[in-house]
């Protein structure tokens, strides 16, 4: 229970800023779709996407690889940190560099010939990102979580603070026909969409800035250390571009086999019409995928606290039975936020406050369901790290990657998005049950599968009563209250399984 109750304590130190921060973060989704049409949501779904990818492929592991290290050998942990920093920014300026001399190359190949500014800028804030990925990281393997959360507050803040003064005071000041120095000086309307993109180039410049004095360079460059890091790595690499592939990869696909399919069906429309077609769909596939962020953020907010957490309590005779305890209690907490936010679907939508995105509402369970199972999944795959067999990590991932693609490519014509939902639903649930087939013959852990089974049917249960015995549309208090009811149903049946648990803790105290 000791372990356990630090584990929380983790989470709620390093994965609360996490949460909170990507939560500000997520609240931009419904200013975005009520200043910007569904196709031009679209540009910003479709590149926050290569985002995702890029800065994993900066990355390239190294952040686990710095937890790994610097717990097997705590006498080299600042040569370890300083090989590791020297590492990345030497990758990310190469990076810089060359998508900025071929930015208009890119640009062409993505459909964005007039934009290829769009290029240079992300290609500064995945190469930014990414450099500033490893003193975070080393933030939290020296247990400073104040200075950790600060700085992810500031980068938030930031990026919240220009998207509000670029499109709320200077564009609506601009089309009121105000005019004055800021205006003048920092508004271009022809700038559109990148005013989103300009807003979070800054604000990873100045997070970058505040972590300068945690870049320690000191210490002599070790090709040895590095050669031994990228060899544990390079798998985690694998892992990371098949998990962005498997998590992103669906809205590229989405846009371009929609705008062929839309060309082919009706050639009259012409290409601009096609591809804002396949843009709109886009736009309203991306935000209602970010409604189940909710739950991605907790997975995000565990997997902050758990992988230094599982690396330090590894040496622990009793470190199995932890890892089992709390996949029980992690599997309790995604099941209860998937029934909170699809029993009150009808109050979540107002997330997205254009009426024109409500038809994407389908998708949202089946996404929910999904981020459950990368939820486990992301549990289970501790095995792998623990037990350095991280190749096993990249076989999985591939594995959902031929799914995903696969899946995408054959349906996304006939069903649309709704394909690219069920693609991902597919990816996670295999992903999840490969990875426990497999960590149980190389790292076997005592999961209580009877219990974990028990929940997840229950919450697939309670989800279809709701649909199959749904009382009222609409805000009435009889509709609440029956879904409260569902919500307590879950929660009781909870408490009788988990009673024991509870027991044990009153007695000690």
Known sequence: MSALKKLIGQTAIYGSSSIIGRFLNYLLTPFYVHIYSNEQYGIITEMY??????????????????????????????????????????????????????????????????????????????????ISAIPLANLRLKDKAKKFALVNFLNVGVNIGLNIFFLVYCKQAFESGQSNWIIDNFYNPEIGVGYVFISNLIASLIKFGVLIPEMNFRGNFDFSI??????????????????????????AMLKEILYQQYLIESPEIGQSDALIKAQSANGIYGANYKITMIISMFIQAFRYASEPFFFKDQSNRNSKETLAKIMNYFVIILVLIFLIIT????????????????????VVPILLAANICLGLYTSISMWYKLAEKTIYGAIISFIGVIITISVNFIFIPKFGYVASAYATLLCYGSMMVIGYLLGQRFYPIPYKLWKIFIYMICGAVIYFVSIDFKIEDGHNLLNYAYHTLLIILYLSIVFMLEKPIFNKINLKK
């Open 226 to 251: 590095i050669k031994d890091m990228l060899k544990y790595a390079f798998p985690m690499l694998l892992v990371g571009l098949a998990y962005v592939i498997n998590e992103t990869l669906d809205r």
């Open 49 to 130: 996407a290569y985002v995702a990818f890029l800065v994993v492929f900066l990355t390239y592991g190294m952040e686990t690889a710095l937890f790994r290290f610097s717990t097997n050998y705590p006498k080299k942990k600042n040569t370890i940190y300083a090989n590791t920093l020297f590492s990345l920014t030497t990758t990310s300026s190469i990076f810089i560099l060359l998508a900025t001399f071929f930015s208009q190359d890119i640009a062409n190949l993505l459909k964005y010939p007039e934009h290829a500014e769009y290029i240079i800028w992300f290609s500064l804030i995945v190469g930014i990102d990414a």
């Open 343 to 362: 029993l009150y679907l009808h109050l979540f939508k107002y997330f997205i406050p254009n009426q024109a995105y409500w038809e994407g509402l389908k």
